[in-house]
C-alpha cells in the first residue's frame, strides 16, 4: 500500500509554483537583451543622411507659418 499524500502538501506545491513562476519570469525579463528597432538588417539609415528631429521640427514648423499666412491672406482680401 501507498502512502497517502498529506492533504497539506498539495497547496504547499502550488503556492510555491505560482511565488516561483514570476520570479523566473523576472529574471528572465532581465537577462535578456531588448530588440533595438535599428538593429534590423537594412532598414537603418545612417546619421549623417537623415535630417535631425530639430530640423523636421523646424521645417513643419515653416510650413505650418506658410499656411497661416495664406489663411491670413485669404480672409484679408475676403
Known amino acids: ?10 497547496p504547499c506545491l502550488l503556492r510555491r509554483v505560482v511565488l516561483t513562476f514570476p520570479l523566473v519570469f523576472m529574471v528572465a525579463l532581465l537577462l535578456t537583451e531588448p530588440v533595438r528597432s535599428d538593429q534590423e538588417a537594412g532598414t537603418a539609415i545612417p546619421a549623417e543622411s537623415r535630417p535631425c528631429v530639430d530640423c523636421h521640427a523646424f521645417e513643419f514648423m515653416q510650413r505650418a507659418l506658410q499656411d497661416l499666412k495664406k ?3 485669404n480672409l484679408d482680401t475676403r
Open 71 to 73: 489663411t491670413a491672406y
Open 1 to 10: 500500500r501507498e502512502a497517502p499524500i498529506p492533504k497539506m502538501l498539495a
